[in-house]
């Protein structure tokens, strides 16, 4: 099954919830989002920090100290996010390990799985934060908006089975 760790669902959280004042300096305190939405403290933290050092946010000091986004929420694409916090998503190991598997001769899914792969990455690089804040979501190919719904679709079933 495909799932987004719970860092990353936290994050791309956070990072909406600081696209959603509508104000690239508004800023909110871990504390503040944590509450929020219900998220753990601690690990809200780290998973802020490391936003934070990869260039998303901002952190501020003081009293009305926090997090901001340090750059517009259209330039910060969802596969961007989950790289950092969790590294490459990865459909299946044959895509990730460089050692071949037992059955790698005579696999008949590697392929397709590949093309899957590479259809759901381009659908998180072309979803941003901006557009998870606005529910405003891609459908795929911008040259062919049917076509892209319809890949979306089948990606979708492919996920839940």
Do not use: W
Request: include cysteine; hydrophobic fraction near 40%.
């Amino acid at each position: 099954m495909l799932k987004l760790t719970k860092k990353a669902d936290y994050g791309l959280i956070a990072l909406r919830h600081l696209a959603m004042s509508g104000v690239l300096m508004e800023s909110s305190s871990a504390k503040q989002i944590a509450e929020q939405y219900g998220i753990p403290l601690p690990l809200l933290s780290k998973v802020l920090q490391r936003l934070a050092r990869s260039g998303f946010l901002e952190s501020l000091q003081g009293t009305n100290g926090g997090y901001r986004l340090a750059r517009p929420a259209d330039e910060m694409s969802v596969l961007d996010v989950i790289h950092t916090i969790d590294g490459p998503v990865i459909l299946t190991s044959c895509f990730h390990d460089d050692q071949e598997c037992d059955h790698s001769n005579n696999c008949t899914v590697r392929e397709p799985l590949r093309k899957v792969h590479g259809a759901i990455s381009n659908l998180l690089n072309s979803i941003t934060i901006a557009d998870i804040s606005t529910g405003d979501i891609p459908s795929g190919e911008a040259a062919s908006p049917a076509r892209g719904r319809h890949q979306f679709i089948a990606l979708e079933e492919l996920v839940r089975s």
